[in-house]
């Protein structure tokens, strides 16, 4: 079978390269040019684990790049994962999945049949809509939200919690037929399958990310009142967690979420809620605590400073969650403005090279940040960030305790540390004489 996969970013590069590994002949479309002519090189423009190996295996085989729609002709099945960000009313903005589909529209006969699977988070009624935009097309449009984690992406490619399909009706088969063979490895994998209308799968993806959101809003929540009477979070979370109705997933306070897929999902949500004259109550409530999460945070080292103007900080951690490059939404960039902002210089640190690559770029292209330049430093070494440093402050939840701590109390100018993600070991950290401050301990 010829597959053919719009949109190559995080979610379409996995979704074209598993597809690959599954034996399909893919054609992955891009309009960015650099993107697809790395692509064909094999190299991989994001960083996911794995990803690079997988794509080196199968590029110029039976997988292949282009800016050129053409290929879709021959493609029995077209995934669309193109971005849908946040427009500037919170909305999801379809922009890019409506010139997508007049693509394709300008592109296939309209007699050829095709499946059309709409890959990217979208709101409920998109895949009605887009049926509507090809009427007289002899196509099917199958919504197939996706959910894998950035950081294990390609583990969640092979190994999926749920695989959603929905259709425009369950009487016809032969989309339901089609949509089974391009998943069939995972048949007798104890997979289940979600087989539904568009609707319903929709609003799945839109009220799974929305009620993880919320757990952590929540317990955030409840941090700020441990952290005021002495409770420790990390003993409630995990005391919590013991309950297999409440789960310990999703359930670690910290500086709140970021990244491409939360944020912009939750207030998307929030819109289609008021879009059908409904108050979305707990949701709002999930974003705002959100919002105030990492102000709060930033208070408490204000308050501990009295003035960060001129002082250092080592701000470990940049993109939005471990092992990743993408910053988009990240709080450790919130936090990295908010504290240049305050007229304090920045050493920044993650582990994985690209993230700083992009931190660097970042600041760079954006000429209204251009200032920053002479205030934000990125490094490649943990241990020269924290070098001279007023204060560290922790921003992602990597394992920070594997570092020598002994050797960072000799080399920052004073011991205190603001623990963003409580990761590291209070006591270890107390005993070389650092102040410690976490969220809710
Ligand atoms: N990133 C995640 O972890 C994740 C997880 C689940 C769902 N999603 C959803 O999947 C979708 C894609 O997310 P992403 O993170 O991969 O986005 P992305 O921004 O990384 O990639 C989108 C790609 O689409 C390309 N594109 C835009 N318009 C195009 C067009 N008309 N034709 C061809 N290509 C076009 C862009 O150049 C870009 O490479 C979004 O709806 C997102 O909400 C993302």
Redesign the pocket.
């Known amino acids: 079978m010829k597959i053919s996969v ?8 996995i979704q074209a390269v598993g597809l690959a590994e599954f034996g399909f002949e893919v054609v992955g ?4 040019e650099s ?1 697809v002519k790395a692509l064909n090189s094999g190299e991989c423009p ?1 960083y996911e684990e794995g990803l690079e190996e997988l794509l080196k295996k199968h590029v110029n085989k039976n997988l292949t790049f282009t ?1 050129s ?1 053409e290929p879709i002709k021959d493609s029995e099945v077209i995934f669309l ?5 946040q427009d500037k009313d919170g909305n ?1 903005d379809l ?3 409506f ?2 589909v007049e ?1 394709i529209k300008e592109t296939i006969d309209k007699e050829d049949y095709k499946v059309i699977v709409i ?4 709101p409920v009624g998109t895949n009605r809509k887009v049926k509507e935009l090809l009427r007289g097309y002899n196509v099917d449009v199958v919504s197939n ?6 950081g294990i ?1 390609v583990y969640d490619f092979f190994n999926p919690e749920r695989i959603i399909l929905g259709f425009e009706s369950l009487d016809k088969k032969k989309p339901i037929e089609i949509m089974k063979k391009v998943y069939n490895y995972f048949e007798g994998k104890n997979v289940p399958f979600v087989i539904t209308n568009w609707e319903t799968a929709e609003l799945i ?1 839109y009220a799974s990310n929305a009620f993880l959101a919320t757990k952590i809003s929540f317990i955030n929540e409840i941090a700020k009142l441990a952290d005021k009477v002495g409770a420790d979070i990390k003993n409630i979370s995990y005391a919590m967690g013991l309950d297999p109705r409440i789960g310990n997933k999703f359930l670690n306070a910290g500086i709140g979420y970021g ?3 939360f944020p ?2 939750v207030k998307a949500l929030i819109k289609q809620f008021e879009n059908n004259n409904i108050e979305p109550i707990l949701i709002k409530a999930t974003d705002r605590v959100n919002e105030e999460q990492i102000k709060w945070f930033f208070e408490k080292i204000k308050n501990y400073y009295g003035n960060l103007n001129g002082k250092t900080f080592a701000i470990l951690g940049l993109a939005f969650k471990p092992n990743t490059d ?1 910053l ?1 939404e990240s709080r450790a960039i919130k936090l990295i403005d908010m504290v240049l902002d305050s007229g304090a210089i920045v050493k920044g640190f993650d582990y994985v090279e690209k993230a700083r690559e992009n931190t660097t770029n970042m600041y760079k292209l954006n000429k209204s940040k251009a200032f920053y330049g002479y205030n934000l430093y990125v490094l490649d070494d943990l241990y020269e960030t924290v070098k001279d440093v007023d204060g560290i402050i922790i921003t992602v939840e990597y394992d920070f305790n594997k570092e020598d701590w002994e050797k960072i109390a000799n080399l920052v100018k004073e011991k205190v540390v603001f623990d963003g993600r409580n990761v590291l070991d209070v006591k270890k950290i107390k005993k070389l004489g650092f102040k410690y401050y976490g969220v809710g301990r």
């Open positions: 719009i949109g190559t970013g995080y979610v379409g590069i479309i891009d309009i960015d993107k994001l800016t729609y994962c193109v971005g849908t960000p999801a922009r890019f999945l010139s997508a693509k890959k990217s988070t979208v939200p996706e959910f894998l984690r950035e992406a993806k990244g491409s897929c912009k999902d993408d988009r």
